[in-house]
Structures are given as C-alpha cells and as structure tokens.
C-alpha cells in the first residue's frame, strides 16, 4: 500500500481502538434517539456531561399493559437504553476478524465449453468446489486460483496447466479465503493414473496429452529388478539441441531403426572406429537397400590394414577430373572376360623393367599413322612356323623353306582399329560425363540446401560399348 493509504488505515483502526474510552449510558423515552444521531444534554449536575453527544447505540422497549387482563388502567410506555460518545469524536466500530477456511478442499477445473485448456496470463486457472450449488462448470464458477508448481523462477521452473475436469486439492494461505492456491492434483475413478496399476506399480511416468487429441509425449523410468529402463516417446517431431560436446555411452547393442531418410551433417571431422586390433577386430556391416550417395567436399582418406574387395554386379564407371596414381607393391592382375577398349587422347607410354610378354589367340593388328621403330640392344625375330627372320647387329637372317622376292602374293587384311564413329561416341560419353560432374560440383557450392541429396549417376552408354567390341573383333588374314 502507498503511504497516504497506510496513514488513513492506521487512522481508522486507532479510532476504533478509542471509540469506548469515552462513553456513557443513559436512558430516555424518546424514539428519535437511534444510532448516529445527535443531541445536546443539558441540567446535568456535572457541568462536563452538559455537551453535545453522539448516539452509537439504542435499546428500545416499550409496554402495552392494556393487553394484559386487569391492567387496563395503565398506560402504554415507550423507552431507550442509549450508548453515547463526545459528540466530536469519531466512531468506528470494531474490526470484526476475518473468518477463516480450515484445511485444504478438493475441486474441479473449469472452463468454457468445448475448452481443454482454460488459463490466463501467469498460468491461474479457475475452479468449482463441490459444495457450490449456484455457479456450473463453466469459466464463471470462480476467480483465478494460482498453481503452486514444482519449481518456478522468472523465466524458468515447472509448467503444467491444470487442464478442465481435473481433480485438484485447494488450498487458503493463512486460512483467508480471498488467497486460494492450488496446492497438488490427484486421482480417482474417472480420472485414472497411467498404466495399470498395480502390474505397473514399479513405473514412474510423467506423460502429457495431445491437445483436443489422444496422443501423448511420456517419459517412463521402469525402476523392475533386472528389467530396469528408461522410455521416452514423442508423438510427432523430437529436438535435442547441444551447445557444447555430447557424449553417448553404450555398453552393449545398439540398435537404430528409421523409416524414413537420414541426413548427417559433420561441420568438420567424423571418425568410426569399429573394433580393435587388440580384441581381434569387429565387422561392420552397411546394407543400402536403392542407391547411396556420398559427397567429399574436401579430401577423402581410405585405408584397408587387410583385404579389399569390391564387387559391383552391373557396370561399374570411375570419373578423375585431373591426374590419377595407382601403385601396386605386389603383383597385379587384370582379367576381362569380354573385349577390353582402352582410348589415350594423349601420349602413352608403358615402360616394363622386366620381360613383358603378349599373348593372342587370335589376329593382332596394329595400324600407326606415322613411323614405327623397334630398336633392340641385342635382336629382333619375327617367326612363322619353321621361317624366321632375326636382325641382330651383325646382320640380318633369313630363313625358310622358300624366299619369294617381288613374287606377288598379298599383305592379307589387316585386323581393323577402332572406328573414328565409336572414338567420337566414347570421347561423347566422357565429356558428358565431365559435364555432369562439373554441374554437380557447381550445385554443391551454390546451395548448401542440397548437401544431402543423391548425385546423378554418371551413366556409361552401353551401346557405345557394344559397338567398340564389335569393331575390335578379329579377322583372319588372307594368304
């Protein structure tokens, strides 16, 4: 209370306090003598009484004896048993005590019909007493009645709303009925607890209830010996937000399923260890059931301590924008059960610092533009049957059952080279290939949205392939 408030108040209740240090009785027989009026007295012996007073209290009292058989002779009377007071002092009457409520009561949550949720700004909601016989159960049935909650702060603490139809226990601080709160909430018939109790006696639950809805959010603690667990379940979306490091802990299985997709985005560094060499190693198993994509931004590391092996049961393509290395400490093999195509825009050169050796079921063929030299540091043979012909750097050897020179005959018909048709097809299919590839990685750069979706496939033209085997095949020479 502001002070002016508190000077009146403290005015009014010493005025009450004093309204009978001063007073006196006295009787009359005049009916205009009721509280709050008036009067001067005045013959008194004592000179002070001889003033003017102020009536606070009138008792009056009359007799009627012609009522009464034989007292007909009397007459009627009327008088007045006053209490008065200086007449310029102020009365007040007495502050009567404010009643009190005993104990705490149970009540119902009201609301407007159709309503689930009734509260006002600072979480109040309203209530109906079962003793109340005037107001229904609507949002008029009380005042806002506070919600003592587990914690509250400024900004921060316990919410939950009381919501209409629930039990809730009512209680007055310091007794004043003016100051109700509500002080807890509880279960009955129509209003049963989650679960099934008693089976569910060892579950500590705390489950809300979907809006206007059936649905619910629950987190559950089964506290059964050996059976112990924690449950949380969301009826739609779930949002964890960490703002610093997380860790998980998981000492046995872990089991995760998604019905869905899955997107994961690692700002920086992502290691998977699986297993150790210490304890022997572990497998891990990835099963992609349509197509996987996966985009490195920056470099990408892969190292295999053991075995690799890749099978891919359909065509298989690999795209290097710039240079390539491969490096093989051991052996390596090569095998192609169908025709093998192999197209050098630029310079080829294979250099071999053991023996190379070329093995041809069937024709060989080689067509060069320009010049060919083969140069030996020691001989070259050329051998057909029991005919041969060996340069060496002392000569040149024939040998054969006969030697025709300018005799006629025929070169035979050479084994063809690829075709300029099926060179241009292929160097298509890999410059469109380039082309997809670059449009990708302009994609990556402008719209970070797309981090997650699959990149197309870089395809390789089938056709083109069959019609590079078809040309390559060999054709026997004519004699």
Known sequence: KDEQHGK?????????????TEKATGQSN???????????????????????WQVIQSILSGDQ????????????????????????????????????????????????????????????????????????????????????????GPGFGNLA?????????????????????????????????????????????????????????????????????????????????????????????????????????????????????????????????????????????????NDRTVSVSNDDGLYVRNDRKVTVEGKQEHKTTGNHVSLVEGKHSLVVKGDLARKVSGALGIKVDGDIVLESSSRISLKVGGSFVVIHSGGVDIVGPKINLNSGGSPGTPVPAL????LKALADDKSLAAEQNDSNASSDQNDNNDEGEEAPEKSVCKECLKRAQEAAAAFAPRG
């Open 8 to 20: 009146d108040f403290t005015l009014y209740r010493m005025e009450s306090l004093r309204s009978d």
């Open 161 to 305: 709303i009381p919501r209409v139809g629930q039990e809730v226990i009512v209680d007055f601080l310091n007794g004043d009925p003016d100051q109700p709160i509500i002080m807890g909430r509880t279960y009955h018939e129509d209003n049963r607890s989650p679960g099934d109790l008693p089976g569910t006696k060892t579950q500590m639950t705390i489950r809300s209830k979907t809006y206007k809805g059936s649905g619910f959010n629950e987190l559950r603690f089964e506290d059964a010996t050996s059976n112990e667990q924690v449950y949380i379940h969301a009826q739609k979306n779930m949002d964890t937000e960490v703002l610093n490091d997380r860790t998980t802990d998981v000492k046995h299985d872990h089991t995760e399923t998604i019905g869905n997709d899955q997107k994961i985005t690692v700002v920086k560094g992502q290691t998977v260890q699986v297993g150790t060499r210490k304890e022997g190693g572990h497998d891990q198993s990835i099963t992609v059931a349509n197509d996987r994509c996966i985009t490195v931004r920056n470099d990408q590391t892969l190292q295999v301590t």
């Open 419 to 422: 075709q300029p048709a099926v």
């Open 30 to 52: 005049s009916p205009k003598l009721w509280p709050g009026t008036r009067f001067t007295l005045t013959g008194h012996p004592q000179k002070m009484l001889n003033r003017e």
């Open 65 to 152: 004896p012609q009522a009464l058989h034989g007292s007909q002779g009397r007459g009627t009377t009327l008088g007045n048993q006053l209490e008065v007071i200086p007449a310029d002092r102020t009365w007040r009457p007495r502050v009567q005590s404010k009643p009190k409520v005993d104990g705490p009561q149970s009540a119902i949550v009201t609301g407007p019909a159709g309503e689930e949720i009734f509260c006002d700004e600072h979480g109040r909601v309203r209530v109906k007493f079962h003793w109340d016989r005037y107001h229904g159960m609507t949002e008029e049935s009380s005042c806002w009645v506070r919600v003592s909650q587990a914690w509250a």
